[in-house]
């Protein structure tokens, strides 16, 4: 093989992988790998896979708004860069180790019986995971996962 077939034959592999990889970023994206229950009528949180964070927020469905795609924050913590565990939980409320608090629970939502739950978890690599869940899906103890599957264990 001369080196000028050797050079086409490497970029029509490089075009047929970024093509391929292209393909692959522009599908849907995968399901959240976030659990949710409720400890003490306060949403909780498990990471089913390991990440380093800038920010978790934690929102729900404005109730003075009459739009139902209104949220508000309730709580939210910062970090230049702190490792979230696989299988770490995450209290609402309780700042997770190298993080530090920006807005701080707000307890008249989690007094009021809070039903839709959002959580956003921002990686330093640029992507977000987010999680929407439904509290009232939970029959007692248990954990949902984004599909709305209720689970015994977390992750």
Avoid: H
Avoid at 40 to 46: I, K, R
């Amino acid at each position: 093989m001369n080196t000028l077939s050797k050079i086409s034959f490497s970029r029509v592999l490089l075009s047929i992988f970024l093509s391929g990889s292209v393909l692959a970023l522009s599908s849907c994206s995968p399901p959240s790998r976030i659990m949710a229950s409720v400890m003490d009528g306060v949403p909780v949180f498990a990471v089913c896979e390991s990440s380093l964070a800038i920010s978790i927020e934690v929102s729900t469905l404005d109730p003075s708004s009459t739009e139902t795609s209104s949220l508000v924050r309730i709580w939210r913590v910062l970090s230049s860069e702190a490792l979230i565990d696989e299988g770490q939980i995450i209290l609402t409320g309780v700042t997770p180790e190298g993080f530090r608090e920006d807005l701080p629970l707000d307890r008249a939502f989690t007094d009021a019986a809070i039903d839709y739950v959002y959580i956003a978890i921002s990686s330093t690599r640029g992507n977000t995971d987010v999680a929407e869940f439904r509290l009232s899906e939970l029959s007692g103890s248990g954990w949902l996962d984004s599909s709305g599957r209720v689970q015994t264990e977390p992750c």
